[in-house]
């Protein structure tokens, strides 16, 4: 069995799209998947790329993905990368193909001179957060996010001024 990683190209957007939409079935929220092959061609190769993808192959097969972007540590003065998703395929999974696309992203967080390489877990995902932590990643859990979208982003946006 071979693993091989590669950066995704725009021949790719079914396939990370497909990915996706797998990625969401699995968290429980296929309805939320409502990205499109115009928002992610334009995300990921557009004029002002805004997130980076790499494909995760078995034996030349694509059976997974990670999908990140450039975050900034204000305290470390340094750039970090957020990891978006990461998702292998069912069929696919315990044979290194997960950790393999981890150490890659973590690889181009430490040649980009990168503070940080963080990411987000569901908090009932027991198999990835046995993964992680395997690795040595540690849950920032004095911290929640928050996120804004929807109509409560637009008026937050739309309060602007006033």
Same mark, same amino acid.
């Given at each position: ?10 021949? &790719?957007?079914?396939? @990370?799209?497909?990915? @996706? #939409?797998?990625? /969401? ?12 092959p115009?928002?992610? =061609?334009? /995300?990921? $190769?557009?004029? =002002?790329?805004?997130?980076? %993808?790499? @494909?995760?192959?078995? &034996?030349?097969?694509?059976?997974? $993905? !990670? ?14 990368i957020?990891?978006? &998703?990461? $998702?292998?395929?069912p !069929?696919?999974?315990? #044979?290194?193909l997960?950790?393999a ?6 690889? @181009?967080?430490?040649?980009?001179? %990168? ?15 046995? $993964?992680?932590? !395997?690795m ?8 929640t ?14 309060? =602007?001024?006033?």
């Amino acid at each position: 069995m071979t693993i091989s990683i590669r950066p995704a190209t725009e021949a &790719d957007i079914p396939l @990370i799209l497909d990915l @996706i #939409r797998e990625l /969401a079935e699995y968290e429980k929220a296929p309805e939320q998947a409502v990205a499109t092959p115009e928002s992610m =061609r334009a /995300a990921l $190769f557009g004029e =002002r790329p805004v997130a980076e %993808c790499v @494909i995760g192959e078995l &034996d030349g097969t694509p059976q997974g $993905f !990670a999908l990140f972007f450039t975050n900034f540590s204000t305290w470390l003065g340094k750039p970090g990368i957020y990891l978006e &998703d990461l $998702f292998v395929r069912p !069929a696919a999974r315990g #044979r290194g193909l997960g950790k393999a696309l981890l150490a890659h992203v973590a690889a @181009i967080a430490v040649e980009r001179g %990168c503070g940080r390489f963080e990411w987000s877990v569901l908090d009932w995902n027991e198999p990835a957060i046995g $993964f992680y932590k !395997a690795m040595g990643a540690v849950p920032m859990s004095e911290w929640t996010v928050y996120r804004l979208s929807g109509e409560p982003l637009r008026q937050l946006a739309a309060s =602007r001024g006033a």
